[in-house]
């Protein structure tokens, strides 16, 4: 099982103007699926001058939801001898 998420993304700044590029390295991206259990994302954002920075974070999946069973038919009590005595 796996769920859809959305993700923290990583919102750079820095002290001189300029584009600073941010890129996903590990992990799937924000509102796509990751599996049950720890999931390692990294980012790296990178300024004008090429000076970097990275983020790394786990998004942990937790399956609490118990199964359901449908089409399942109510126990029956037996006799002794092993014959359907039908519901009570």
């Known amino acids: 099982m796996r769920r859809t998420l959305r993700t923290l993304f990583p919102a750079p ?9 941010v890129v996903r390295l590990l992990g799937p991206a924000s ?9 390692l994302v990294r980012h790296r954002a990178m300024d004008a001058s090429g000076n970097t920075v990275r983020c790394q974070f786990y998004v942990t999946v937790v399956d609490d939801i118990f199964p359901t069973l449908s ?6 009590p037996w006799r002794p001898n092993r014959t359907n005595v039908g519901p009570m």
Do not use: K
Request: hydrophobic share 25%; with cysteine.
């Open 71 to 76: 089409n399942c038919p109510q126990l029956s």
């Open 31 to 39: 509102g796509n699926l990751f599996p049950i259990g720890s999931t």
């Open 13 to 21: 700044t820095d002290n001189c103007p300029g584009v600073i590029s």
